[in-house]
């Protein structure tokens, strides 16, 4: 089945800038749907951001403005820039992707925001 996989998680401090990537195991070009999650322990896992296969983004309130979420077809890649991190930014970031019939789940990546 269809795999991905996030990369690009780690530690930082407050204020700086990290890039996530979802790297698909085969064409995304084909997803209707594309995004991150984020869940932090002992919270729901919320939805960070989300792009359309038409190209149509959304964000959440908290991350509006310092989240880029963008496609990559030629590179069956996801990424998201984050900048401007934040403490409360720190939990495991998951890649979506949903097609017609079914959804996909990356196995998370820990981002961690020092203050």
């Known amino acids: 089945q269809v795999q991905l996989v996030e990369s690009g998680g780690g530690l930082v401090q407050a204020g700086g800038s990290l890039r996530l990537s979802c790297t698909a195991s085969?064409?995304?070009?084909?997803?209707?749907?594309m995004g991150w999650y984020r869940q932090a322990p002992g919270q729901q896992r919320e939805l960070v951001a989300s792009?359309?296969?038409?190209?149509?983004?959304d964000y959440a309130d908290s991350v509006k403005g310092r989240f880029t979420i963008s496609r990559d077809n030629a590179k069956n890649t996801m990424p998201l820039q984050m900048n401007s991190l934040k403490p409360e930014d720190t939990a495991v970031y998951y890649c979506y992707a949903g097609d017609t019939w079914r959804d996909y789940w990356g196995q998370g990546t820990q981002v961690t925001v020092s203050s």
């Open positions: 085969r064409s995304i070009f084909s997803f209707r749907a």
């Open positions: 792009i359309t296969s038409g190209g149509s983004t």
